[in-house]
């Protein structure tokens, strides 16, 4: 039986295998989303079979977690009655939620598999909340809004769709050069079908330029020794915003990294777990000890609420139809024209006053918000509350995990997404070097560890505690050993069992990290 789901903010975690999924439950997620063999959006993690889903949902469930199946292809015609076949296979693992993005496939799992809740999958591209609704009537509990969607549009949608239906945004990971990840372009150079999980990523190349009549001599397209990276878009990093997006009406804040290692899902499991309990607590939800004090309700003002003709606006509001939504004058942090509760203000041409509001908006290069918006219409506003602050070590934990330059992706307008074109690769200032087996008290504590990198006397590590900050440690000069207790000078045997002296009692599967000697920038 499915556990019952949680009326808060809900921590989702990615995971391309079995322990990836316990990891992400270990540190604290409060849902994991994972594929099978087949029909999933990433074939690069070795994903899950049938009995481990089963094995999957009973250890999150044992643990109060939820488990979703990505099914979010879009199949071809050979692929459908296969697809059948795989969700009525999935129906008896236990696992809670398919995550969909085909009608035909959203249909299907109604008829085979109805006792599993659907989401609908970014790959559905949402922008509005017709489109939400649309969804809803269809069966859908919950839709993953499009990646490029800003905070505004986010309170728009919540404050006008069916309050028991769920709105689940990215807020951690990769970006995609692509509309909500629909791309043509690794299909077109390497044959592997980004809509079929097996995307190469070709946006990350280098590229450069060759004339017609110089065959072999390649030029980059910017003056730099190294080539351009055209499309090699920044990731995404909303650790210290979780507050703003929570109120904007997003119940599920999903980490992306279905091909991440174990040690990238536990960090970044555990710093937005961490920032979701802090945010409990600062607005009053819950007490220091997790505690409810009164039920999670979200901060959006919605049509027929007493104070929803309130004037309440902020810097997200005030931002709300800046340079994405091609405003004139609205570049570079420029002021956008303002919108009221009872009018529009029409800044069309002067020739143009003939045309409709939609017609007249074609002529620009997109839908301006003051062309197109009704008489009556406004922005849904939020109840202002305090920025929630995090600590110090809470907003360092993204830089500890492999990462590309960071932005907040499309939620602020005024700070937008961009693209890195000098250089590619992940910065790595900190390295896994080993992993927790067991600890026992004698000797004055001992750890017996899994090796993954060098350590040596006098290193400072860091154990990654699940709910806590992490605990920093010298390593002893002296007292390591092999797995047959025979003295070491150092640990340098990647994969071997060694154990350290340590007083800590430390759990088993600990991350142990360690900051590099050098930071370097390297593919993934």
């Not at 490029?148 to 951690?172: G, K, S, T």
């Not at 202002?384 to 939620?411: C, I, M, Q």
Request: some cysteine; overall charge negative.
């Amino acid at each position: 039986m499915n556990v019952h789901r949680r009326n808060k903010p809900e921590v989702l975690a990615p995971a391309g295998n079995l322990r990836g999924l316990k990891t992400a439950v270990d540190y604290g997620a409060d849902a994991v989303y994972c594929g099978g063999k087949a029909f999933g959006m990433r074939s690069a993690p070795k994903n899950l079979s049938l009995a481990d889903f089963e094995e999957g949902a009973r250890y999150a469930h044992e643990r109060g977690a939820r488990v979703y199946v990505t099914c979010n292809v879009l199949p071809r015609n050979s692929e459908v009655e296969a697809i059948r076949e795989y969700l009525g296979q999935l129906k008896t693992t236990g696992v809670d939620a398919l995550i969909v993005s085909d009608l035909g496939v959203m249909m299907t799992a109604r008829e085979v598999a109805p006792e599993l809740e659907l989401h609908v999958s970014t790959q559905a591209g949402i922008t509005n909340y017709g489109a939400a609704r649309a969804f809803y009537e269809l069966g859908a509990k919950r839709v993953v809004l499009a990646r490029e969607m800003d905070l505004q549009a986010v309170r728009d949608i919540r404050a006008r769709i069916p309050d028991d239906m769920d709105i689940e945004c990215f807020v951690h990971g990769a970006m995609c050069m692509a509309f909500s990840g629909r791309c043509l372009f690794s299909n077109y150079l390497t044959g592997r079908d980004g809509n079929h999980g097996e995307c190469a990523q070709p946006c990350r190349w280098k590229y450069s330029i060759v004339e017609e009549k110089r065959p072999g001599q390649y030029f980059p397209i910017e003056q730099t020794e190294n080539g351009a990276y055209l499309f090699n878009s920044q990731d995404m990093n909303m650790l210290e915003h979780v507050d703003d997006l929570i109120d904007s009406g997003a119940i599920s804040l999903k980490i992306e990294g279905r091909s991440k290692s174990a040690y990238y899902i536990a960090a970044m499991t555990n710093a937005y777990r961490t920032a979701v309990d802090r945010y409990m607590v600062a607005r009053g939800f819950e007490d220091a000890d997790g505690n409810e004090l009164k039920p999670f309700h979200d901060a959006v003002i919605r049509p027929g609420d007493p104070d929803y003709d309130t004037a309440v606006q902020d810097d997200i509001a005030r931002n709300a139809d800046k340079a994405f939504a091609g405003v004139p004058d609205a570049e570079d942090g420029q002021a956008a024209p303002q919108v009221g509760a009872a009018h529009a203000v029409n800044i069309g041409n002067a020739d143009d006053g003939d045309l409709s509001y939609h017609a007249r908006s074609t002529r620009r290069k997109s839908n301006t918000a003051a062309e197109i918006l009704p008489e009556g219409w406004h922005h849904a506003a939020v109840r202002p509350a305090e920025h929630v602050e995090l600590p110090e070590w809470l907003k360092e934990e993204p830089y500890k995990v492999a990462h590309r330059d960071y932005s907040t992706g499309f939620y602020y307008p005024e700070h937008k997404v961009q693209q890195r074109t000098d250089r590619a690769g992940y910065f790595r200032s900190w390295l896994v070097v080993g992993e927790a087996i067991s600890w026992t008290p004698e000797e004055g504590g001992r750890l017996t560890i899994m090796s993954r990198n060098k350590i040596e006397p006098g290193q400072e590590v860091e154990f990654l505690l699940a709910g806590q900050p992490p605990l920093a440690y010298t390593i002893p000069e002296s007292g390591l050993r092999d797995a047959d207790g025979a003295p070491v000078a150092a640990i340098n045997n990647p994969a071997h069992v060694f154990s350290i002296p340590c007083p800590h009692d430390i759990p088993a599967n600990t991350a142990i990290r360690s900051r590099t000697k050098h930071a370097t920038l390297k593919a993934e």
